[in-house]
């Protein structure tokens, strides 16, 4: 969910907590969605003689590990890429 400040701010607790609790209960639905059509299409591209390959990202990460490294200089960078590890997990 995507909303302004400002708009966000016009709302009352209460409208405020209706629309926290449909993000999260959307966020779930979602997540089991993805999950669905991430298995259907795997079975689709193996049954059509498809190979799935799980890649090592460790090289990857030890290679932008510097640029991480400046990112993590200005704290609210920072806290964006905690976010995003967070969610990777």
Do not use: C
């Amino acid at each position: 969910m995507v909303i302004s400040t400002k708009t966000w701010n016009k709302l009352t607790p209460e409208q405020q907590q209706i629309l926290e609790t449909a993000a999260k209960k959307s966020e779930a639905y979602q997540q089991k969605l993805w999950e669905k059509i991430d298995a259907d299409t795997r079975a689709q591209a193996k049954a059509m003689g498809g190979e799935i390959v799980k890649v090592d990202k460790a090289p990857f990460r030890a290679a932008v590990q510097p640029l991480f490294d400046d990112f993590k200089k200005d704290p609210k960078q920072a806290a964006l890429l905690e976010k995003f590890d967070n969610a990777a997990q």
